[in-house]
């Protein structure tokens, strides 16, 4: 099974290599996904260089049916979160 860089072991990572206490990088790290997250909130992208791109993609209503009871049921527009990688991320992953 791979590895998982979860949040604590990116806040980990930030202290050591600057240094803090992990409480402080924890901090950052929060703050850092929280500026993201009221960005996306508001309507807004957020890019950042050499990784991607953070939109909301809205999703447009439309007629779906129950599995169940074959009923026709109107399913509401919705908004999503998405992620597009930048054209450096992807070469690195390859």
Do not use: Q, Y
Request: overall charge positive.
């Amino acid at each position: 099974m791979a590895d998982v860089l979860n949040k604590k072991a990116l806040a980990e990572a930030v202290a050591e290599h600057f240094d803090l206490t992990k409480k402080a990088a924890g901090e950052i790290v929060d703050m850092i996904f929280e500026e993201i997250i009221t960005s996306l909130k508001n309507g807004n992208s957020v890019e950042v260089a050499g990784f991607g791109k953070f939109t909301v993609k809205t999703r447009g209503g439309r007629v779906g049916i129950n599995p169940r009871t074959k009923e026709k049921i109107t399913i509401e527009p919705s908004k999503a979160p998405a992620f597009k990688a930048a054209k450096a991320l992807k070469e690195i992953v390859k």
